[in-house]
């Protein structure tokens, strides 16, 4: 059973479009949301991240969107440029209980 | 700067043997931890550590052992490689639970 499912698997964006990126949970256990950006033949890189206590965090041209009572998380990437292209993964932390899990991962394409 | 490195950065292997790889980070950070990527199921993590000496399963943690003897090595052994662990494995380690910092990844295949 996914911890963490996310949407869609690839999305393809002219550059200058907003780029969005959807998570959903089930259990309202976890303490922390944060997101990772890959780039081909690298380890993913922390992006952004929020608490669940908090419902919107922005970072330049990206943030997250939270909706507690929803159990759903996401990203937008805002005036997306080529250099965007990546691999992004949500994941979802429980700290007392030492759980990890990171969503399946949204390949994006943006077009110049 | 090393940061956190790992070796091989490939590695062919066949089915049966034993194979080690090895995970180096040189912040001192408490917390190590080992992922496999799979296309179609993201990141899932086998083993972590909070600290020298203490270790505990993740998600996927069969047919893989770890130790932890000293704060900046988290080698990941497989014991009798399978083809299902042909796979992407990722380092990671943090200060706490929250930001990891990812090594640049171990491609493994078992024949």
């Known amino acids: 059973q996914q911890q963490v499912k996310q949407s869609p698997q690839s999305l393809i964006v002219q550059k200058g479009g907003i780029s969005i990126i959807n998570c959903a949970y089930e259990?309202?256990?976890?303490?922390?949301f944060p997101w990772y950006q890959q780039f081909p033949g690298k380890g993913p890189a922390l992006l952004i991240a929020i608490r669940p206590d908090v419902s919107e965090k922005k970072e330049g041209r990206f943030t997250i969107s939270f909706n507690k009572s929803a159990k759903q998380f996401s990203l937008h990437i805002m005036d997306s440029q080529p250099g965007d292209s990546a691999t992004y993964f949500c994941?979802?932390?429980?700290?007392?209980?030492?759980?990890?899990?990171f969503g399946s991962g949204t390949k994006l394409n943006v077009k110049p | 700067d090393a940061g956190i490195t790992q070796s091989p950065r490939y590695k062919i292997t066949e089915t049966g043997r034993q194979v080690t790889l090895m995970c180096h980070q040189t912040?001192?950070?408490?917390?190590m931890f080992w992922y496999r990527q799979d296309l179609g199921h993201g990141l899932r993590l086998i083993y972590y550590?909070?600290?020298?000496?203490?270790?505990d399963k993740g998600e996927v943690p069969d047919g893989y052992v770890v130790s932890r003897s000293k704060t900046e090595n988290f080698p990941l052994t497989l014991e009798s490689a399978t083809r299902s662990q042909t796979s992407v494995y990722f380092c990671a380690s943090s200060v706490r639970e929250e930001t990891q910092y990812f090594g640049p990844g171990t491609r493994l295949l078992v024949l």
């Open positions: 912040w001192s950070h408490s917390y």
């Open positions: 259990n309202t256990a976890f303490d922390y």
């Open positions: 550590s909070a600290a020298a000496d203490i270790t």
């Open positions: 994941a979802a932390i429980i700290y007392n209980f030492n759980k990890f899990y």
